[in-house]
């Protein structure tokens, strides 16, 4: 079936009742979906990203394939000292009377 081009046919927008060029109204999509609404650039609702929710697979392991966790044996202590600087500064004098 075949339809005139219409290039200067005019509607109205499903949402607002507004007269435009009937080129210039957009198809609204629900859910990547049309919902059947053919409305003007200021009633158009963009299809939100979370009625996607779900529909792609995504993978956010948070498991370590074959770890080696810290034992708390004393060469990891040792180690641990190793890289560790210390803290150091001059906060203050200490007076200390007995
Ligand atoms: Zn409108």
Redesign the pocket.
Known sequence: MSYAKGSKALGE?D????TYKLAELKYEVENETRNGLR??D??LDPDHPQFQLGRDVVADPEALFDPRPDQGNFTSLFTVAIHTQPIEGKIGNVKVVL
């Open positions: 927008c949402r607002c009742g507004f409305v003007c200021s009633c």
